[in-house]
């Protein structure tokens, strides 16, 4: 159990810019370090970690402690993951909310959200490999890419379109 809410401090605690950014932290500490959950696993926990309420790192430690160690596991990865966060927050509402405005935090923040942008794309490279493995798999991501970023559809549309879609697909087709 401390070992579990240990390796979710430590993801907390070295990445900054929510769950995207935590993604290549948790597949290598999940899949390479731990060998807690495959690659599959990952890909599974990061699409209901999306649908459900909440940050996907949140979600993504509860559904994985309770993979490993049951309630008690899904507590104690959950209060890992969010306890760096936590405590960060506090100290800058209490010490230094004023410093935003310090033409220096701002320098930094620049250079922290290139970053950010840096590790989401990492995860949306791996994550793909292992996701376009067809046509059909091709084919709704780039609709769904152009609908997002062209036609600013709803994400909750697509998911259920594409999800209901497959579902009746595969269905009539027999097939996976």
């Not at 809410?5 to 899949?31: H, N, Q, V």
């Not at 160690?69 to 209490?94: E, K, N, R, Y």
């Not at 794309?121 to 084919?139: A, G």
């Amino acid at each position: 159990m401390l070992e579990l809410f240990l390796t979710f401090f430590k993801i907390g605690m070295f990445t900054f810019g929510g769950g995207y950014a935590m993604i290549p932290l948790i597949e290598r500490e999940m899949i390479y370090g731990k060998k807690w959950i495959d690659k599959d696993e990952l890909l599974e926990i990061i699409s209901i970690s999306q649908m459900t309420p909440g940050p996907i790192a949140i979600n993504a430690a509860t559904f994985i402690g309770k993979k490993r160690m049951g309630i008690l596991g899904s507590i104690a990865a959950t209060l890992g993951v969010v306890g760096p966060s936590l405590f960060v927050i506090i100290i800058i509402s209490a010490f230094f909310s004023k410093s935003f405005l310090n033409p220096v935090m701002q320098k930094l923040f620049i250079g922290l959200r290139a970053g950010i942008a840096a590790l989401i794309l990492s995860s949306v490279i791996k994550l793909s490999k292992n996701t376009l493995i067809d046509k059909l798999s091709c084919s709704i991501f780039f609709i769904s890419l152009l609908s997002l970023v062209l036609f600013n559809v709803s994400p909750i549309f697509l998911i259920l379109f594409f999800g209901i879609g497959c579902i009746i697909f595969f269905t009539i087709k027999g097939d996976r």
